[in-house]
T-cell receptor
């Protein structure tokens, strides 16, 4: 399977703990996006990378959220001091080099439950 | 960012053609119209994209009138497996952060 992969698929954590999610984009896709999706809503853009550069991060929900893409390949999204309101599906998407951003390839998501 | 409005839900029967209309009154000159499909517990999947007039691919057609203030996604002869949420997005081609997903249209295809 050469699609976008995300790990873990499910994460249950207690309030106050830190969590980290991983996204592996399609090989050679240089743009990578993170979204959050809550029940009944569409995905909400969080941040995006072109190669290792994080070009937009103003929409990260708070300073507890951070993302990295250290070598321009996989990316991680970290949430520190989780709160119950962070419970959601976290989606990753990528687009090919030279491609257009409207055709994003999404992964299956990581479902976070904060208890 | 152009705001979009679509019906919250629609019902159809197998074999019927389904048309989902999206309103985007403040669409900008550089904006394209893109539709995604999402099944439960999966990420969205790109369906079709257009700028004006009509676009057709192997799964859907997209109709865009001259004023571009609305668009209609047409799904021919739907089957049960087309039950999903359909999102209309408006944004330019440059950067993904210009895309805003609304709540989408929940299509239920009945036998």
């Amino acid at each position: 399977d050469t699609g976008v992969s995300q790990n873990p698929r499910h994460k249950i954590t207690k309030r106050g703990q830190n969590v980290t999610f991983r996204c592996d984009p399609i090989s050679e896709h240089n743009r990578l996006y993170w979204y959050r999706q809550t029940l009944g809503q569409g995905p909400e853009f969080l941040t995006y990378f072109q190669n290792e550069a994080q070009l937009e991060k103003s929409r990260l929900l708070s300073d507890r959220f951070s993302a990295e893409r250290p070598k321009g390949s996989f990316s991680t999204l970290e949430i520190q001091r989780t709160e119950q309101g962070d419970s959601a599906m976290y989606l990753c998407a990528s687009t090919p080099s030279g491609g257009v951003s409207y055709e994003q390839y999404f992964g299956p998501g990581t479902r976070l439950t904060v208890t | 960012l152009a705001k979009t409005t679509q019906p919250i839900s629609m019902d159809s029967y197998e074999g019927q053609e389904v048309n989902i209309t999206c309103s985007h009154n403040n669409i900008a000159t550089n904006d394209y119209i893109t539709w995604y499909q999402q099944f439960p517990s999966q990420g969205p999947r790109f369906i079709i994209q257009g700028y004006k007039t009509k676009v057709t691919n192997e799964v859907a057609s997209l109709f865009i009138p001259a004023d571009r203030k609305s668009s209609t996604l047409s799904l021919p002869r739907v089957s049960l497996s087309d039950t999903a949420v359909y999102y209309c997005l408006v944004g330019d081609m440059g950067y993904g952060q210009n895309f805003v997903f609304g709540p989408g249209t929940r299509l239920s295809v009945l036998p």
